[in-house]
């Protein structure tokens, strides 16, 4: 039945509309109310209302369950909730059909504050506790530019909106990237959410550890036995971690030009990947546990000197260039970036993990805007077989082991070894076993922000940074910012768009006699073919 027809749906209270849900194993959420600062923004229309919405179709929502959308403009609950269905129309990964429809919508409103002084959110508090009926946990996400964050969590704790009643009135607060854009102006922001909260009540977000594949590098870790006696030094000879896009800046040149790759992705979700790929196995999978192993990887880095930044940094900015027939501009005519930028939209860096498992084993990271194919990937490059066995034969060289793990897309593991290619002489192939996600687990239509939002909302911070963490992270990009800082070209190599990065990157590697891997030619052997293999 179309929502349309159901005119009480909204009005009735919503613990007496019918479940519009599947069944699942999985428990619901704790009564609670999302609100949503920044509610008819970008991030709320594409992802939390989409992801809202999904969790609603998996049944993992209680029934005493609340969106509250808070923003300045005018609005009504009733116009909000027509808003918010167009959104659901336009960016929900699956349609939402009437009886879901119907389920939101009755949980849906809109708190118009300007949250300009301590009336407004005296106001808002009023607001929340009239329609939040049984839902009483309350999470707070603040999908907001980054300098409003710390305004509105003072805000809310001024108003007495932030102050828990264990067990089930918990006060939960979501902050989104950037956190802070240097080490100073971290520790500031996280002295200042101290002031109101305590730590097990922030939820430092980041996208990356949401997507399934990223959390799957635990489970691959540590739920085989195969892999962790050769995890590290005596077995690895070095790691290459790879977020590459084909996409430039698009709208958000503003943002971005203050930003930088090295703002935007290296200190926050390369950061991650390397943690994950790098850690300990942790003593439980507690949330403190596991981000206890991960936050001593950052740790572990070292810092490099100033002298030492040139030797280990490489950042490059896009200029015209095309594929594919079409010619896109170069950074600095993007809409919102300055003429003369100095900003960088590629980074690449060789870091070291100074400890008992990784020491000399280079870790080399590269992010970039604009480069020839959309891949985000682990490889671990294994050390070669000594080649005393084959001194006799045509064999030359041998190619080292090299495990992939595929973020995205075509989400998967690949490990390539080396074949007797058929006929009289010992020569060998490189041969990849692939193992893709697609052809053994359905994919459910997902915005990445599924099991992070039911995450905050069940209170388990495992995927979620920790202030130690956002703080170590910063520190060890900051030699990089500072030199940048005293001259801002520094280190700035041009690429033109659509390729691999500046040639610069190539000698970071090139030093160490070795190279990056090209991710498009070698993701996917084809199926049994001798295209599939390369002969020596
Ligand atoms: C965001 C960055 O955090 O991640 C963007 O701000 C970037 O610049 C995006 O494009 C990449 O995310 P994904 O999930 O598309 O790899």
């Given at each position: 039945?179309?929502?349309?027809?159901?005119?009480?749906?909204?009005?009735?209270?919503?613990e007496?509309?019918?479940?519009?849900?599947?069944p699942t194993?999985?428990?619901?959420?704790?009564?609670?109310?999302?609100?949503?600062?920044?509610?008819?923004?970008?991030?709320?229309?594409?992802?939390?209302?989409p992801?809202?919405?999904?969790?609603a179709?998996?049944?993992t929502?209680?029934?005493?369950?609340?969106?509250?959308?808070?923003?300045?403009?005018?609005?009504?609950d009733?116009?909000?909730?027509?808003?918010?269905?167009?959104?659901?129309?336009?960016?929900a990964?699956?349609?939402?059909?009437?009886?879901?429809?119907?389920?939101?919508?009755?949980?849906t409103f809109?708190?118009?504050?300007?949250?300009?002084?301590?009336?407004?959110?005296?106001?808002?508090?009023r607001?929340?506790?009239?329609?939040?009926?049984?839902?009483?946990?309350?999470?707070?996400?603040?999908?907001t530019?980054?300098d409003a964050m710390?305004?509105?969590?003072?805000?809310?704790?001024?108003?007495?909106?932030l102050?828990?009643?264990?067990?089930?009135?918990?006060?939960?607060?979501v902050?989104?990237k950037?956190?802070g854009?240097?080490?100073?102006?971290a520790?500031?922001?996280?002295?200042?959410?101290?002031?109101d909260?305590?730590e097990?009540?922030?939820?430092?977000?980041?996208?990356?550890l949401?997507?399934?594949?990223v959390?799957?590098?635990?489970?691959?870790?540590?739920?085989?036995?195969?892999?962790e006696?050769?995890?590290?030094?005596r077995?690895?000879?070095?790691?290459?971690?790879?977020?590459a896009?084909?996409v430039?800046?698009?709208?958000?040149?503003?943002?971005?030009?203050?930003?930088?790759?090295?703002?935007?992705?290296v200190?926050?979700?390369?950061?991650?990947?390397?943690?994950l790929?790098?850690?300990e196995?942790?003593?439980s999978?507690s949330?403190?546990?596991?981000?206890?192993?991960?936050v001593?990887?950052?740790?572990?880095?070292?810092?490099?000197?100033?002298?030492?930044?040139?030797m280990?940094?490489?950042?490059?900015?896009?200029t015209?260039?095309?594929?594919?027939?079409?010619?896109?501009?170069?950074?600095?005519?993007?809409?919102s970036?300055?003429?003369?930028?100095a900003?960088e939209?590629?980074?690449?860096?060789?870091?070291?993990?100074e400890?008992w498992?990784?020491?000399?084993?280079?870790?080399?990271?590269?992010?970039?805007k604009?480069?020839p194919?959309?891949?985000?990937?682990?490889?671990?490059?294994f050390?070669?077989?000594?080649l005393?066995?084959?001194?006799?034969t045509?064999?030359?060289?041998?190619?080292p082991?090299?495990?992939?793990?595929?973020?995205?897309p075509?989400?998967?593991?690949?490990?390539?070894?080396?074949?007797?290619?058929?006929?009289?002489h010992v020569r060998?192939?490189?041969?990849?076993?692939?193992?893709?996600?697609?052809d053994?687990?359905a994919?459910?239509p997902?915005?990445?922000?599924?099991?992070?939002?039911?995450d905050c909302?069940?209170?388990?911070?495992?995927?979620?940074?920790?202030?130690d963490?956002v703080?170590?992270?910063?520190?060890?990009?900051?030699?990089?910012?500072?030199?940048?800082?005293?001259?801002?070209?520094?280190?700035?190599f041009?690429?033109?768009?659509h390729?691999?990065?500046?040639?610069e990157?190539?000698?970071?590697?090139?030093?160490d006699?070795?190279e990056?891997r090209?991710?498009t030619m070698?993701a996917?052997?084809?199926a049994g073919?001798?295209?599939?293999?390369?002969a020596?």
């Amino acid at each position: 039945m179309p929502a349309d027809s159901q005119p009480d749906a909204a009005t009735r209270p919503a613990e007496q509309c019918a479940p519009a849900v599947a069944p699942t194993d999985v428990r619901p959420a704790d009564p609670c109310a999302v609100v949503i600062f920044g509610a008819t923004g970008d991030l709320a229309k594409r992802k939390l209302l989409p992801a809202i919405a999904n969790l609603a179709a998996r049944g993992t929502l209680p029934d005493a369950f609340r969106v509250v959308g808070v923003g300045r403009k005018p609005m009504t609950d009733e116009a909000y909730r027509k808003k918010v269905r167009q959104d659901l129309a336009e960016f929900a990964p699956e349609p939402v059909g009437p009886d879901l429809w119907a389920w939101l919508e009755a949980r849906t409103f809109y708190a118009n504050e300007t949250l300009a002084d301590a009336g407004s959110y005296a106001s808002l508090g009023r607001r929340l506790d009239e329609v939040g009926g049984i839902a009483r946990g309350r999470l707070y996400y603040l999908a907001t530019p980054p300098d409003a964050m710390a305004g509105i969590v003072a805000g809310l704790g001024a108003a007495g909106l932030l102050v828990e009643t264990p067990p089930a009135a918990w006060r939960r607060v979501v902050l989104e990237k950037p956190f802070g854009r240097d080490l100073e102006s971290a520790r500031a922001l996280n002295r200042l959410l101290r002031a109101d909260l305590a730590e097990p009540q922030i939820y430092r977000i980041d996208h990356y550890l949401g997507k399934e594949t990223v959390q799957n590098l635990m489970a691959f870790r540590f739920g085989n036995g195969i892999f962790e006696p050769i995890w590290n030094r005596r077995y690895v000879d070095h790691v290459q971690i790879t977020v590459a896009e084909t996409v430039g800046v698009e709208n958000r040149g503003g943002y971005y030009d203050r930003a930088g790759a090295l703002r935007d992705m290296v200190q926050n979700h390369m950061f991650q990947l390397l943690a994950l790929t790098a850690m300990e196995p942790p003593t439980s999978f507690s949330a403190d546990a596991v981000r206890d192993e991960r936050v001593k990887v950052l740790q572990a880095i070292h810092l490099c000197a100033p002298d030492e930044v040139r030797m280990a940094v490489v950042r490059g900015q896009y200029t015209a260039g095309g594929a594919d027939g079409r010619q896109v501009s170069g950074y600095r005519d993007e809409p919102s970036v300055a003429p003369a930028s100095a900003t960088e939209t590629y980074a690449a860096m060789k870091l070291l993990v100074e400890n008992w498992r990784w020491a000399g084993v280079p870790f080399y990271l590269r992010t970039g805007k604009r480069l020839p194919t959309r891949v985000t990937e682990i490889a671990v490059q294994f050390r070669s077989a000594p080649l005393r066995l084959f001194r006799d034969t045509p064999v030359e060289c041998l190619a080292p082991n090299l495990l992939v793990i595929r973020i995205q897309p075509q989400e998967g593991i690949a490990l390539q070894f080396e074949a007797k290619v058929p006929g009289p002489h010992v020569r060998l192939g490189t041969v990849n076993m692939d193992f893709n996600y697609a052809d053994y687990f359905a994919a459910t239509p997902s915005t990445g922000y599924e099991t992070l939002l039911y995450d905050c909302m069940v209170g388990d911070q495992t995927l979620f940074h920790r202030a130690d963490m956002v703080e170590t992270g910063w520190a060890v990009v900051s030699p990089v910012l500072e030199v940048v800082a005293g001259d801002p070209s520094a280190l700035l190599f041009d690429y033109p768009a659509h390729t691999w990065g500046p040639h610069e990157a190539d000698d970071l590697l090139g030093r160490d006699g070795r190279e990056w891997r090209k991710p498009t030619m070698a993701a996917r052997a084809p199926a049994g073919g001798a295209a599939g293999r390369r002969a020596r």
